[in-house]
């Protein structure tokens, strides 16, 4: 940062911590999540600015205080408002909130890096592996706008957003390599209903929010096929084992994988209708096609291409992930779920611990 440039930092810091202005978030993206997200931020107290690519949801937005496409009942507090504009959302943000579907990050991002607020702290909410580069989403956010390491924040955790968007009880976790900037995050988004938690585990909590949609796609195909809560429980448990493993092979911390980031995370996506990736997991399991399955879901469930990549990841790092091998089998090769199950069953015997 110019001299210039972190004299202002200071001094708004400054001016926030004597109450002179709120802090000021842009978040980019109007979805599910990006748009509970945002109410959070304002019910923390922060102005918010969120972007959008479609006008007819900028204007709802800022006309009804709803989105209708995704949160309709939910009014958004007053401290929101939205815009087309990227410079106009992104100018003097505090936070730079990326909340769009993890295989558009690099393109998008290459549009506003320029646009970006200097000092700005960049918040992930993107739970995916981006496809071709087995890279996790802040080293996308890191090596497209040049920012280092400290200044990239991710937020995972147990967070379904309709749950969110309601207003219930729920907890997260903001790591950064910069305990600073996750104690900033988690200020920024810290509500009576919200509670953010803080971790310097960003490898660790990233890979727990992006395996767990691979293992939600595999407890939702083995919903699909009828069959029960033993089956469903192992396949929880499991999934957890093998995230641990890639985890640990990645340099993250094994305490990580058994808090929000982890086991939160991957029971709530796995267990929940509301979740995108069980849904869809359901669907193939009672024997849709791939390409029905995506024509009935109007969301994107991110465990269907980054399933591809957390397996790739994890050959990259000599790791046995055998259920996202699975899961790749029949979401992308045409493998019968039931040929699958009867394969991974079949799998030769081993310590738990193995």
Same mark, same amino acid.
């Given at each position: 940062?110019?001299?210039?440039? !972190?004299?202002?930092?200071?001094?708004?810091?400054?001016?926030?911590?004597?109450?002179?202005?709120?802090?000021?978030?842009? /978040?980019?993206?109007?979805?599910?999540?990006?748009?509970?997200?945002?109410?959070?931020?304002?019910?923390?107290?922060?102005?918010? =600015?969120?972007?959008? %690519?479609?006008? *007819? /949801?900028?204007?709802?937005?800022? $006309? $009804?205080?709803?989105?209708?496409?995704?949160?309709?009942?939910?009014?958004?507090?007053?401290? #929101?408002?939205?815009? =087309?504009?990227? !410079?106009?959302? &992104?100018?003097?943000?505090?936070?730079?909130?990326?909340?769009?579907?993890?295989?558009?990050?690099? !393109?998008?991002? *290459?549009?506003?890096?320029?646009?970006?607020?200097?000092?700005?702290?960049?918040?992930?909410?993107?739970?995916?592996?981006?496809?071709? $580069? &087995?890279? %996790?989403?802040?080293?996308? #956010?890191?090596?497209?706008?040049? @920012?280092?390491?400290?200044?990239?924040?991710?937020?995972?955790?147990?967070?379904?957003?309709?749950?969110?968007?309601?207003?219930?009880?729920?907890?997260?976790?903001?790591?950064?390599?910069?305990? *600073?900037?996750?104690?900033?995050?988690?200020?920024?988004?810290?509500?009576?209903?919200?509670?953010?938690?803080?971790?310097?585990?960003?490898?660790?909590?990233?890979?727990?929010?992006?395996?767990?949609?691979?293992? !939600?796609?595999?407890?939702?195909?083995?919903?699909?096929?009828?069959?029960?809560?033993?089956? +469903?429980?192992?396949?929880?448990? %499991?999934?957890?084992?093998?995230?641990?493993?890639?985890?640990?092979?990645?340099?993250?911390?094994?305490?990580?994988?058994?808090?929000?980031?982890?086991?939160?995370?991957?029971?709530?996506?796995?267990?929940?209708?509301?979740?995108?990736?069980? $849904?869809?997991?359901?669907?193939?399991?009672?024997?849709?096609?791939?390409?029905?399955?995506?024509?009935?879901? +109007?969301? =994107?469930?991110?465990? @269907?291409?980054?399933?591809?990549?957390?397996?790739?990841?994890?050959?990259?790092?000599?790791? *046995?992930?055998?259920?996202?091998?699975? /899961?790749?089998?029949?979401?992308?090769?045409?493998?019968?779920?039931?040929?699958?199950?009867?394969?991974?069953?079949?799998?030769?015997? +081993?310590?738990?611990?193995?």
């Amino acid at each position: 940062m110019r001299a210039s440039e !972190a004299d202002q930092e200071r001094d708004r810091r400054e001016a926030r911590e004597a109450g002179e202005h709120p802090r000021k978030a842009a /978040v980019f993206g109007t979805g599910s999540w990006g748009t509970a997200f945002a109410a959070v931020l304002a019910d923390a107290g922060c102005r918010v =600015t969120l972007w959008g %690519r479609r006008p *007819e /949801v900028v204007e709802a937005i800022n $006309t $009804t205080r709803r989105n209708p496409g995704y949160h309709p009942d939910m009014e958004l507090p007053a401290g #929101v408002r939205a815009t =087309t504009q990227a !410079a106009e959302a &992104a100018r003097d943000a505090d936070f730079t909130v990326l909340s769009v579907p993890s295989q558009t990050l690099r !393109a998008n991002l *290459e549009s506003w890096r320029e646009m970006l607020h200097p000092g700005t702290v960049l918040v992930s909410l993107m739970k995916g592996v981006e496809l071709g $580069t &087995a890279k %996790r989403m802040s080293e996308v #956010v890191e090596e497209v706008a040049g @920012v280092p390491a400290e200044r990239v924040a991710v937020l995972t955790g147990p967070n379904l957003a309709w749950e969110i968007a309601a207003r219930q009880p729920a907890a997260a976790v903001a790591a950064c390599a910069d305990e *600073e900037a996750a104690r900033a995050v988690q200020s920024a988004c810290h509500t009576p209903y919200f509670r953010p938690y803080t971790s310097t585990d960003v490898v660790g909590c990233e890979l727990g929010g992006a395996v767990k949609n691979v293992i !939600a796609l595999a407890v939702g195909i083995a919903d699909g096929m009828g069959l029960g809560d033993n089956s +469903k429980a192992s396949l929880i448990t %499991r999934g957890l084992a093998e995230t641990t493993r890639l985890g640990l092979a990645m340099g993250a911390e094994a305490h990580t994988f058994a808090g929000l980031a982890g086991m939160g995370d991957l029971v709530a996506t796995c267990s929940s209708p509301l979740s995108r990736n069980h $849904t869809f997991g359901t669907n193939l399991g009672r024997g849709m096609t791939l390409q029905e399955t995506i024509a009935v879901t +109007k969301q =994107t469930a991110e465990g @269907v291409k980054s399933c591809q990549s957390v397996l790739d990841l994890a050959r990259r790092h000599g790791v *046995e992930m055998p259920i996202t091998q699975t /899961v790749v089998g029949i979401v992308h090769e045409g493998k019968s779920p039931h040929v699958a199950l009867k394969e991974l069953m079949s799998r030769s015997a +081993k310590p738990e611990r193995a």
